[in-house]
C-alpha cells in the first residue's frame, strides 16, 4: 500500500523529521490559501502514485495567491501517466544547496533490511544506480541489532556535513529507520534529501511503502488511506477474499491460486489472446465469491469471454460449479463462458453444470484456445 | 530417499483445533504421514483425531520426539507459533499462513537461521514426498512415486505442473512449495541443492514466477548441477511494477520480470516451457534420454 | 546493588506491577501514621540487605496505630544479622489465599536470561529447589525474541489461576520482564506472588538487584540508592578506582588486579594469617591512589600490618612507591608495611624506596609469611 | 603452532586513537604482532604511531585483510563497536573494555555466536603467544616461549603464575585471559578444547576464581582430555555472597566457591595448587614426568 507525499509527510512529523511547510489541497481555492500562508514562492506538487512526476509535469512553482491558484487549477484534473490528479500538495519553496538521497528497503535476496543512501540525490535512483553506481552506499541491517552509527557513517563522511548538519542528517535517518520498522513498511525514501542554503536538513520528499499484511496492526495507515482504498476494485475484491488485477484485454479470467492466475493469463497471450483480468479466487472458495468474481468480470465491458480454469485441491471443483449455477441464474451473463475444471470433485462439477451453456474443455490449453478462437469471431 | 521428509519423519500440528489445522491434519493422517501430536495453547489434554493435543511445543515435542512441525495459526500469532517451535527442538518447519508481516519474517528468518532450524514458507503448500509423507495443504491424489525433484513459489500452478506430469508417467521424489512471500525459508537454490544431492531424484522441474531474483540466482547455481533442471515462469503478462516497487530493483539488480528471468535461465541451459503442461514434455524428454545435461 | 523492598516497589508501581498499599518509614511515628492510614492489620517489614528476614524477627503483623508504632519502634535500630534496621516499609496486610514464586535472572553458563517460576512461593526458593526441584519451572529467553507468551504458560497452568487471574499474572510477569530489561538488572523476583482471597494477584514483596556496570545509564535508580550508597565505604573506594571490601582480620592487602588481590588474601590465610579486607587498585595506578588506599587501611583500627603486593604491568611499580613515600611521609602509619614489587620497573621503585622502613620481601609466600609472623609478634 | 592467533594474525585497534588503545597499540607493535591498522569514527585519514586509522571498521578489514579486532572503547560505545566488527569481517574480537552492562553481553554475544565468530572477554587482557603475537594490554616481558597452555579470568595473578613458570624455564604456547565478568565469549572450556587440540601445547594452566560454574563445568570436561591440567582457584577467603546471589546458585546449581570448584577438580583428577606460584611446582613435575594424565 503506497501513501501519497502528503500521508507520508505527516507521519515524518510525526516523527520529527523536518519537512517544508504546507498542506494538501483538493481545490484551487483551498492550495491559494495554503500558498497565501507562506512568505515566497509555493510548489504545487501533483498526489498520485506514478514515478517522473516533475517531468511530467505534476510539480510546478507559483508565486503569490493567484498564480497558486492557476497552477493548482492545471495540475488538479490532469492525467499523468494514466492517473487523473485529484489532490495536489502545496509547500514552501526552500532554498536547495545540495540534494541527497536515503531509503531503507527491505532486501528480499539477502534477507535484510537495507539502507541505501546516495549524495546524488533528487534525481531517479535507478538512473544513478546505473550511470553511477559508486555513488550509492548500501548498508545492511541485521534485524537482531537494528540500525547503528556505523551504518550511517559512511553516508554522513561522503555527503560532506558539517557537525550541525551530520547531527541533523543523523537523526533523521535514525527516526526514519523507525518509522520503517514501526509503520511495517516495505520501502521508506526521502529523494531529495535536502541541505538548505542556511544549513538545515529537511526531507523535501516523502515516500512511504507498507507491507499490505500488516494492515491490521497499523489501524492509523489504515484510516489515512481508507477512503482511496475502498474506492479501488482491487481492494473491493480483497475484502471478498479475490485478489484482482484490472488489465487492458478482453478474457476475463476466473482461477484458483496467483501462480495458476498468472500462468492462465500467459497461456491466452501465447494462443494470441489479451487477458482482461488478473483474478485470484484463493482456496476453499465458496459459491459466493464466485457470484462476486463473475460480477466483476460482468462490471469490466472489455470482457467479450469468461475463461474458468479451477484446479481442485482444497478448492472443491463442485464448490464453484454451484457458485457458476447461481451466478448464471442470478445475472444476465452475456458473453460465453468457457470452463475448465480438473481435481477434486470435478466429476460432481461437471454433473452439476450439465445442460448449462458453458463450454467445458478439458486442459488448460485446449481451453485458452477456445477463448482466444470466441472472441476473434 | 527423498528430501527433507521421509517415511519416519514425526510431525506435530501446530493449531490443530482450527479450521484448516484439522482439516489438514486428518487429510495428512489418512496420507500415512506419522502425525505424532497437535498443540493449541488452552487446549492441552484434548484429542483431536485421536491425536494428544499438548498446550505448548516444548511438552508436545519432549512427549513424542517429533522432528517436525506445521503451522497453520493466524497471521498475528504465526511468529510466536515459529519462535515456539524454534524453541522446542524440531529440526523442519513448514509455515502454511497466509499473511505474516514482512517486518515479523525478517527476524522469524533471522533467528531461524542463527539456530539452523531448516523452515519452509510462510504462504507456502508445503511438501509431500510421494508414497512417504505429506506435511502440507496440496491434495495427494495427483502426486505419483517417481523420481523428478518439483520445486514451486505457487499452489496450484504446481497441482497442474505435477497433474501433467502424473498423466505422463512421470513420477516425483518430492514436490516442495517454497511459498511466493518476499522473505521466504527455504529457496530455489536451497531446494536445488537438496535435490542434486538426492540420489533417488534423476531431473527437477522449478516453477517460478515474476517478482524478486530468486529464479535469477537459481540460474547461476544450476550451472554448477550434474542433474537437469527444467522450468516454466508464470507471468509473463503481468503488469510491470504492480507488486514490485523501484527500490526493489536496485536492491537485486534485476527487474524481476518473467522475460530476465526465463533469460537468466536459458543461458543457464535450462529449458523453459510455454505452458505448465509443456514441463511434462520436457522432462519426459530428459527422462527418456536418461540426459545428463 | 541490591533495591530495597520499597524502592523495588515504587518501580514496580511505575510498571503497572500492583503491590500493597503503604510506603516507607524512617520512624515509629511516620510507621504508625501510614498504618492508620489504611482499614485492618499493617505488616511492618525491616528495609535491609538480608535474606531470611522475617523468621528473624524483621517482619511483623499490628494491629492499630499504636501497635503500628510499638512494632516500629521494636524493628527499627534492630540488629538483622549484622546489620542495623534504618528504614521499614508499612503495608496493608492481604488476605492471602495461595503464594507462587516468579524471577528473571541471568544464567552465566547458558547466556541467557532465564525465567524461573514456581507454584511454591513464600518461603526460600533455596530450599524449595533443594527439596522439590520439580516445583521449580525455568523457561529460558532468548534476547532476540524477548519474552513470549510460551514462556509463561507453563506457569499459568500449573498455577491453576482462572482465565482472569491468568491476565493479571500474565500482565505481572510481562511487565516484571520490562523491568529487569529496562533497569539493567541482574535479577527481579517476587517472592511471594500472591493470589488474594477475592482473586487479585499482587506482588507481596519485591527483590531486585541492578548491574553496577549499567548505573551510568540508570540515573533515576542511582538517584534513588544514592545516599545510602555514598554512605558506604565500599563505594567511597569505587569513585577513586579501588575496590575495597572490609573483612575482618588484621592484615590489611593492598593489590592490583582482583585475582591477584584474592590469591593474596588466600596466602595469607594459608599461612595462618586473617586478612582485614580485600582491597584491589586496579590498574594503571597513580600515586594518589596509593595514598588513598593506605588511609582505607588505617581507617581500619583491626589493622596491624600492611601487605603491599604489586605485580607490576600496566601499573608501574615506581609510581606505586612513590605513592607509598608519600603516604608515608604525610599520614602517621603506625603498622609495620610488607612490600613485595615485581614486574614493570621494580627496580627503580626499590631505588625510591631505599631508606625507608618498609620490609620488602621478593615473592608472595616470602611476604606473606613475613606478615603473618609480624601479627603473631 | 599456538592457539587463536600466530605471527599471521592480522590486526585493528578499534579506539587506537585513545589513551588506552594508543597506549597498548604502541606495545602490540613493539612486541611484532601484525597490528596493520586503527579505528576511530571521525579520524579517518590520519595516522597512529605510522599506521592508517580508519573511520569504521568495513573499509578498514578491506583496506587491509585483517582477521582479528582488539577493542579498547568506553563501555557506553563498546558494544557497538564489537557490532561493527562483527560485520567487518574479521573472526576474532578481543573486548579489552571494561564495565560493559551485562544486558549488552547478553545480546551481543548472541549475535556474535550467530555468526560463528570467536570473542575474549569483556574486561580481560587478551591473549600473547610468546614470540608470535600478543593481542592484549599484558607484559610481554615476563612470558616466555614453551608448551604449556595458560587459561585465567584473572590479570595480574597470571601475570604472577606465567612469572613463576617463565623463572622456573617452563615456556608458554598461548596465555588467553577469558575475563571473569559473568558473560564472557570464550570459557575455559572453549580454551581447553583448543589446547588439546593444539599440538604444540602439551599440558595446560587453569587459573580460576570463585563465582560462576565454570570452573565445574570445565573439570567435567578435563575427565575426556589426554593433556594434563593443574589449577590454582583464587577465592578461599573471600566472603560468601559477595558477588553472588541466591538466584546464581538456583541457577547453575553451584554454590560457585572456591572449594566446590577444587573439589570438583580434584574429582576430575586435577591437582590445584595453594599458591599461584605452586603452579610453576606442579607443571614441572608434568612435564619432567613427560606424564599422560
Known sequence: ?377 | MSILINENTKVIVQGITGRDGSFHAKKMIEYGTKVVAGVTPGKGGSKEHGLPVYDGMSEAVKATGADASIIFVPPAFASDAVYEAADSGVSLIIIVTEGVPVHEMLKLDRYLRSKNIRYIGPNCPGLISPGKSKIGIMSADIHMKGSVGVVSRSGTLTYEVVYNMTKAGIGQSTCIGIGGDPIVGTNFIDALTLFEADPETTAVAMIGEIGGSDEEEAAKFIKTMTKPVVSFIAGRTAPPGKRMGHAGAIISGTSGTAEAKIRALNEAGVEVANTPQGIADLLADKILAGAKK
Do not use: W
Request: aromatic share 6%; charged share 25%; proline share 3%.
Open chain 1, 1 to 377: 500500500m503506497k501513501l501519497h507525499e502528503f500521508q507520508a509527510k505527516a507521519i515524518f512529523r510525526k516523527y520529527s523529521i523536518p519537512v517544508p511547510e504546507g498542506s494538501m489541497a483538493l481545490t484551487p481555492e483551498k492550495a491559494a490559501e495554503i500558498a497565501s500562508g507562506f512568505p515566497g514562492k509555493a510548489v504545487i506538487k501533483a498526489q498520485v502514485h506514478v514515478g517522473g512526476r516533475g517531468k511530467a509535469g505534476g510539480v510546478k512553482l507559483s508565486s503569490g495567491k493567484e498564480e497558486a491558484f492557476a497552477t493548482a487549477g492545471t495540475i488538479l484534473g490532469m492525467d499523468l501517466k494514466g492517473l487523473i490528479v485529484k489532490k495536489v500538495l502545496v509547500e514552501k519553496a526552500i532554498d536547495i544547496d545540495k540534494e541527497y538521497y536515503v531509503s531503507f528497503a527491505i532486501d528480499r535476496a539477502k534477507h535484510m533490511t537495507v539502507f541505501i543512501s546516495s549524495i546524488m540525490g533528487g534525481v531517479d535512483i535507478e538512473d544513478v544506480a546505473k550511470k553511477s553506481p559508486e555513488s550509492i552506499n548500501k548498508s545492511y541491517i541485521d534485524p537482531f541489532t537494528g540500525l547503528k552509527d556505523f551504518h550511517i557513517r559512511p553516508f554522513l563522511k561522503q555527503a560532506g556535513l558539517d557537525k550541525d548538519a551530520c547531527a541533523q542528517a543523523s537523526k533523521i535517518i535514525k527516526n526514519l529507520y523507525k518509522i520503517f520498522l514501526e509503520t511495517d513498511a516495505n520501502l521508506v525514501e526521502i529523494n531529495p534529501l535536502v541541505l538548505t542554503k542556511d544549513n538545515k536538513v529537511i526531507a523535501a520528499d516523502a515516500k512511504m511503502d507498507i507491507d499490505d499484511n500488516a494492515m491490521y496492526r497499523q489501524q492509523e495507515i489504515y484510516d489515512m488511506v481508507k477512503d482511496e482504498l475502498e474506492a479501488q476494485p482491487e481492494h473491493q475484491a480483497k475484502q471478498k477474499g479475490l485478489s484482482y488485477i484490472k488489465m487492458e484485454g478482453n478474457i476475463g479470467c476466473i482461477v484458483n491460486g496467483a501462480g495458476l492466475s498468472m500462468a492462465t493469463m500467459d497461456i491466452i497471450k501465447l494462443y494470441g489472446g489479451e487477458p482482461a483480468n488478473f483474478l485470484d479466487i484463493g482456496g476453499s472458495s465458496n459459491p459466493e465469491k464466485v457470484k462476486y468474481a463473475m460480477q466483476l468480470l460482468m462490471g469490466d465491458e472489455n470482457v467479450k469471454v469468461a475463461f474458468f480454469n479451477i484446479f481442485g485441491g482444497i478448492t472443491r471443483c463442485d464448490d464453484v460449479a454451484r457458485g457458476l449455477i447461481s451466478a448464471i441464474s442470478e445475472l444476465k451473463v452475456n458473453f460465453p463462458i468457457v470452463v475448465r475444471l480438473t481435481g477434486t470433485n470435478a466429476s460432481e462439477a461437471k454433473e452439476i453444470l450439465k445442460g448449462s451453456e458453458l463450454i467445458f474443455e478439458e486442459t488448460m490449453i485446449g481451453a485458452a484456445k477456445k477463448a482466444v478462437g470466441l472472441v476473434a469471431r
